[in-house]
């Protein structure tokens, strides 16, 4: 039986053995999680790094008022969406520069066209048109459906991570949901019509 | 109609979790051993909080105490003065 508790303590102390531990053990949890929100293997893997080291840091700090799962889930999370906001304002700022220099009132976002390392084959196309939407969403509702439809965990820990009622878990997912179709829709205006005459 | 949208939302079941690179864990250490020693220890940092806190209600203590006492000397003077106009309209 794994004892998280020891680790910690360990870990405050600087025992990077034990940190190893804690890392084996939710390393791969963490960077699913990561991965959903950056859409890139490379970023994940900076934020991954981030975590840990996040973790080594504040270990000490630890009260243990919700379990370990719940504190490094809610660290991931936090380090992805600010990891995001940096990455949107220096975009931003590019936008911005390409205005003067084109001319164009009209921008056109690169949109990343990632495929989760973990989807079924037979899923790749459509998970791609998927993760492209999901930015459309707000942060809590990309929390939540990231959380709950991808990374497959219960409403009341996912509550517990984003600090929330496990109802507006509830109501953030069905949100989330009721965006993304409009998204499709709006992204996607002649897919229904086209999939209609083709099959 | 709305086949191809429940198609597109259901495209994550089954999901199996992504791996992160083999060498990440050296990197983390890597990183952790870059870290400059005052990061490490933060118990600095809440000594000197403490001592700004303890400070700051020395100094209260100290002003509360002073403006009491201050008071105190005024209504003694008060009362001495109510004391002697009292003598004066029984004098009177």
Same mark, same amino acid.
């Given at each position: 039986m794994i004892d998280e508790k020891k680790w910690l303590e360990e870990i405050a102390g600087g025992g990077e053995e034990a940190l190893e531990l804690l890392y084996q053990h939710y390393s791969n949890r963490v960077y699913n999680t990561i991965i959903s929100f950056t859409k890139s293997a490379e970023d994940a893997e900076e934020v991954l790094q981030d975590v840990f080291v996040t973790v080594f840091q504040t270990?000490?700090? @630890?009260? @243990? *008022?919700?379990?370990?799962?719940?504190?490094?889930?809610?660290?991931?999370?936090? =380090? /992805? +969406? *600010?990891? +995001?906001?940096k990455k949107n304002s220096r975009k931003r700022l590019g936008i911005f520069s390409s205005i003067y220099i084109r001319d164009s !009132? &009209?921008?056109?976002?690169?949109? !990343? *066209? @990632?495929?989760?390392?973990?989807? =079924?084959? &037979?899923?790749?196309?459509?998970? =791609?048109l998927l993760f492209r939407v999901i930015d459309e969403l707000s942060e809590n509702q990309r929390t939540a459906f990231i959380l709950t439809q991808v990374e497959g965990l219960p409403q009341q820990e996912v509550a517990d991570?984003?600090?929330? /009622? #496990?109802?507006s878990v509830?109501?953030? +997912?069905?949100?989330? =949901?009721?965006? +993304? #179709?409009?998204?499709l829709e709006k992204y996607y205006p002649g897919r229904g019509n086209s999939n209609k005459t083709t099959s | 109609m709305e086949d191809w949208k429940d198609k597109i939302m259901n495209s994550l079941e089954g999901l199996d979790k992504a791996q992160p690179p083999a060498n990440a864990f050296s990197k983390i250490q890597q990183k952790i051993h870059a870290l400059p020693p005052k990061k490490k220890q933060r118990s600095d940092n809440w000594m000197a909080v403490a001592a700004a806190i303890v400070l700051m209600v020395c100094s209260n203590i100290f002003f509360i105490s002073s403006y009491v006492s201050s008071t105190e000397t005024n209504s003694q003077l008060q009362s001495y003065t109510d004391l002697i106009s009292s003598y004066n309209i029984y004098a009177e």
């Open positions: 270990a000490a700090g @630890f009260r @243990f *008022d919700s379990s370990v799962s719940t504190w490094i889930y809610r660290i991931a999370v936090n =380090k /992805s +969406l *600010d990891f +995001l906001r !009132a &009209e921008v056109k976002h690169d949109i !990343a *066209d @990632f495929a989760h390392p973990g989807v =079924k084959m &037979e899923n790749a196309e459509e998970s =791609k991570i984003m600090n929330v /009622s #496990r109802k509830e109501s953030l +997912l069905q949100r989330a =949901k009721a965006n +993304l #179709r409009v998204a | -």
